[in-house]
């Protein structure tokens, strides 16, 4: 008993119970980071930024388009992540987790979507070619929008969190198809402008606008999905006594 | 600074409409998705506490009569 007192014990905030005051701590300061990194990648994105020698003004789409595209496949990782840990652990919060993340992952999927029409029309002349990256991003999206209406339509909790857990595992695998899809295919969407291999080819103001934007995603995302997922909890939850407490609380704050 | 004038800012070399409808879109469905998330808190709260004082209710002659 003393050894798991003295030490920080992960496994304590796999409780709601627990999770839900340290999520209500944490996504305000993450609401607040995500608020300054926009301002300050916009300000990089619009006046530091020069125009860009080939395409001119229109490639600071890229500051929205990229960072929105890197969330979309990578809040579906982690939302495979937690399914998986759910599945195996038979802990509630992990699948409560994956739902939370689920609709601002949809959002930025679409955001990726419909920047990169807007952005392939002045470009390539076309809002939409049917190569593999456009098609695999838009299975993305499907999947999202599947996984949000399953959830929705499966009563009970327990086969909820299941199917959805088998939902993302499955989905998952276009993550890698839509990544690697500029490299196996001959594609219209160029290749990677960032990789960790390799120099990045693209001037490093440009550069650090884009990551500072995505930092922006990240802290966002995360704010939302602590934010959602409170209300998740005390929508599971709402048998339990500590539950009856806090919305009394809120009852009376409101 | 990069522009000559806000003219020539919101112009874009002529890309104006492709580059705002592109963020103009982006941050329409950021306040959405923030307020849609404050509503469902709102109500989600509002329906949990009637549900609970509806359960207390029920229970209150039996607190009583025992």
């Not at chain 1, 990726?112 to 939409?128: D, I, N, V």
């Not at chain 1, 339509?153 to 199917?163: G, L, N, Q």
Request: glycine content about 6%; charged content about 15%.
């Amino acid at each position: 008993m003393s050894t798991s007192e003295s030490r920080f014990n992960l496994y304590h905030y796999a409780a709601p119970q627990a999770f839900y005051p340290v999520a209500g701590k944490l996504a305000p300061i993450f609401a607040v980071i995500a608020a300054a990194l926009t301002l300050a990648g916009l300000w990089i994105g619009f006046f530091k930024a020069p125009t860009d020698a080939v395409q001119g003004e229109v490639y600071r789409i890229i500051f929205i388009h990229v960072p929105a595209a890197w969330m979309s496949m990578f809040v579906f990782l982690v939302m495979a992540f937690w399914s998986a840990v759910g599945l195996a652990m038979n802990t509630r919060l992990s699948a409560l987790m994956a739902q939370a993340l689920a609709p601002t992952g949809a959002m930025f999927c679409f955001v990726a979507l419909w920047t990169g029409a807007l952005w392939g029309r002045p470009t390539w002349g076309a809002y939409w070619v049917w190569d593999a990256r456009l098609t695999s991003q838009l299975l993305l999206l499907f999947l999202y929008l599947g996984y949000m209406a399953l959830v929705a339509a499966v009563d009970d909790p327990r086969r909820r969190d299941k199917a959805g857990a088998i939902l993302c595992l499955v989905g998952a695998v276009n993550v890698p198809i839509i990544y690697f899809s500029v490299k196996w295919w001959n594609t219209l969407h160029q290749g990677a402008s960032v990789s960790l291999t390799k120099a990045p080819s693209m001037a490093s103001i440009m550069l650090s606008g884009m990551l500072v934007m995505a930092l922006a995603a990240w802290a966002y995302t995360i704010a939302v999905a602590l934010y959602r997922v409170r209300v998740l909890i005390l929508e599971r939850e709402r048998h339990a006594d500590w539950v009856r407490g806090e919305l009394t609380r809120l009852g009376e704050a409101n | 600074m990069i522009w000559e004038s806000w003219s020539a800012f919101w112009e874009m070399g002529g890309s104006g409409p492709f580059v705002w409808a592109s963020y103009g879109v982006t941050a329409i469905l950021i306040i959405a998705e923030l307020l849609l998330l404050r509503s469902r808190r709102v109500s989600s709260t509002r329906k949990l506490n009637r549900l609970m004082r509806a359960g207390q209710a029920r229970k209150m002659p039996e607190v009583q009569g025992s």
